[in-house]
């Protein structure tokens, strides 16, 4: 059982670049989410889907873009890379467990893209 | 202001020592209170959850909230050098909120 797995680990790019992030999960779950994580800064949400396709923007979405197009896989693009896009990007995909007050929304991430933006 | 503040650390602590570690939240709707973990070069894993206030306990784990106070913390007793990670909190205001809102992480290390 793989879970969540990303691909690629690492990247370098040139500024005006453009690449995909591909996420896949085995999991079935419905909710997938794109994360970028900064020294100091924690986890800001850049999209996230709550089913096939369908996307929403999150915290930190502009420059960047997503499709859902098949439940397991969430793609996240950047079309004209920028150094301030230079971050560790994890994929994470999520279930409800319990209910009511014994709930929670448990996250499962991936290991996460280093990515490099000259 | 940042909804959720956690301070970064580091924090070095000698094997066997007891490990606090706490956020404070800004808003007021949120329910469940949740701590991962993330070793180095590794995505955060859930660690444990809470709703509401109080406390929970996960054999060397403690989780407690008190929401009268906006204040969340959790320690870790006997710590060992393999709880050397970074933590991170995280909170949201109702179950199906797939929005969490996450502090930015406290780094430990235990010394053996």
């Known amino acids: 059982n793989a879970g969540v797995t990303q691909t690629p680990k690492f990247r370098v790019l040139k500024t005006g670049q453009s690449m995909t992030l591909l996420c896949a999960q085995d999991m079935n779950h419905e909710y997938m989410y794109w994360y970028r994580q900064d020294p100091g800064m924690g986890l800001r949400l850049i999209h996230y889907?709550?089913?096939?396709?369908?996307?929403a923007k999150g915290e930190v979405p502009d420059g960047y873009n997503v499709s859902r197009l098949k439940k397991q896989n969430f793609l996240l693009g950047l079309e004209s890379a920028a150094p301030s896009q230079t971050s560790v990007y994890f994929c994470?995909?999520?279930?409800?467990?319990?209910?009511?007050?014994?709930?929670?929304?448990?996250?499962?991430f991936g290991a996460g893209s280093r990515l490099t933006v000259l | 202001q940042k909804e959720v503040e956690q301070d970064p650390g580091p924090l070095s602590v000698p094997e066997g020592a007891i490990v606090s570690l706490n956020c404070t939240y800004s808003?007021?709707?949120?329910?469940?209170f949740m701590w991962y973990r993330q070793y180095s070069r590794k995505g955060p894993e859930l660690l444990m959850y809470?709703?509401?206030?109080g406390n929970k306990e996960d054999g060397r784990f403690t989780a407690q909230v008190d929401k009268s106070s906006k204040y969340i913390s959790l320690f870790i007793r006997d710590s060992q050098p393999s709880d050397s990670a970074t933590y991170l909190c995280a909170m949201s205001s109702n179950l199906n909120d797939y929005k969490l809102s996450f502090g930015a992480g406290t780094t430990v290390t235990v010394r053996a």
């Open positions: 809470t709703y509401s206030s």
């Open positions: 994470a995909s999520s279930y409800s467990i319990g209910q009511g007050s014994s709930g929670a929304n448990v996250l499962t």
């Open positions: 808003n007021s709707a949120f329910q469940y």
């Open positions: 889907s709550v089913g096939e396709g369908t996307t």
